[in-house]
Every structure is written in C-alpha cells, then in structure tokens.
T-cell receptor
C-alpha cells in the first residue's frame, strides 16, 4: 500500500467561504480520485484528478464548485467553494498505485459548514 | 436499479459465528471487485480484492465471486467484536468511460456481539 496524508483532517467553516484540501502520497500513483461521504452514506466519486490537465468530473459535480489540481504524480488539491451547510461531509482522497490494481484511501477531511 | 447493491443491514452475529455479506452488481463487464471495512469515524480500509470466479481466502476472510450471477460475497469466520464496522463492496468496470473508477454499494453495518 502507500502512505496517503490529507490536510486538514477537519475544519469548521462559515457559509460562503472556501476550503482547500491537500492530498500527498509517498509513492508513484497512476490515478487519484476525490470522494465525498455524507453522513450515514456511502462514498460518491466527485472527480478523477488528472496530472497536468483538468479533472474529470462525475455527474452532479462541477469545476466551479470543486476545483481540483494535480501538479504532479503524488499531490492533489480539492477546493470546496462557496460552501453551504449541505457541503458538510467527509472528503476522501483515493489513489491507485502504479503496477497495482488496488485502490487506497487517505484518512479523510471532516468538513462542517455553519 | 442500483449499480452495486449490498444486502440490507444492519447484520448482527454472535462472537465466533460466520458473518456473510453479499453484493450484486449490474455491469456484466466488471472485472475487479473489492471489499472495504470502515470503522466509525475512519476512512475505508481495503481488506479483500478478487478478480476471478471462485473463492479467495485471507486469514478469517473469504471472498467469493460468481461473474455469471453477478454476485460477490465476503465471509468472516470466527467473527470478533473488533470486526464490527461498515463493510463496503466496490466494483470496477472493465473500461470505457468508467475506466479506473470504483462504484460502491451502500454498505452493510456489521455488529458482532459478545
């Protein structure tokens, strides 16, 4: 597996503000993903973070709301923009390592929007 | 129809019993299947992966795959209270526009009582 770190681990934010979440991996990865897990729910894929190009968003998620960067193979950021209480969730970075079929998750960022 | 569906929970078993978790999927072209364990307040942890029809054993865990029936299961033998968690089934299709993405079931909450 790999060591995946996320920052911050949790935050409480005010409505209308933005928060940027960082994901760092200690190994070369082929694919990086961002998921959201709302309270009591399963995981929903927000987007695939592509190195050096625009992320690929899933239905229901748009770049203006969730801009994503991936400047290199081991680092990505997700920004939650213009937040509302409905954005209160756990946001998870997930990676698929080079030469492996498995996918692993970071520790998550617990976001509360007041 | 949900793409990945897990047996409804919660599931409660006594310590030492076998816990059986089931999952069906709709995409017949799916090639990779995973079971994740998620403790409350933690991120998902990969516990089993299976790619071929049949059984795959790892310690107390056995994953079973039947592609013809589009069915994958996880058996936990000698269940322990520490196995109490939410178990997530995840499926990855062969390719196309869903390349590399995992689709998750809604999760089954397992409680092992002493």
């Amino acid at each position: 597996s790999a060591v995946i770190s996320q920052k911050p681990s949790r935050d409480i934010c005010q409505r209308g503000t933005s928060l940027t979440i960082q994901c760092q991996v200690d190994s070369q990865v082929t694919m990086m993903f961002w998921y959201r897990q709302q309270p009591g729910q399963s995981l929903t894929l927000i987007a695939t973070a592509n190195q050096g190009s625009e992320a690929t968003y899933e239905s229901g998620f748009v770049i203006d709301k969730f801009p994503i960067s991936r400047p290199n193979l081991t680092f990505s950021t997700l920004t939650v923009s213009n937040m509302s209480p409905e954005d209160s969730s756990i946001y998870l970075c997930s990676v698929r390592l080079a030469d492996y079929n498995e996918q692993f998750f970071g520790p998550g960022t617990r976001l509360t929007v007041l | 129809q949900k793409e990945v569906e897990q047996n409804s929970g919660p599931l409660s078993v006594p310590e030492g019993a076998i816990a059986s978790l089931n999952c069906t999927y709709s995409d017949r072209g799916s090639q990779s299947f995973f079971w994740y364990r998620q403790y409350s307040g933690k991120s998902p942890e990969l516990i089993m992966s299976i790619y071929s029809n049949g059984d795959k054993e790892d310690g107390r865990f056995t994953a079973q795959l039947n592609k013809a029936s589009q069915y994958v299961s996880l058996l936990i033998r000698d269940s322990q209270p520490s196995d109490s968690a939410t178990y997530l089934c995840a499926v990855r299709p062969a390719g196309g526009t869903s390349y590399g993405k995992l689709t998750f079931g809604q999760g089954t909450i397992l409680t092992v009582h002493p």
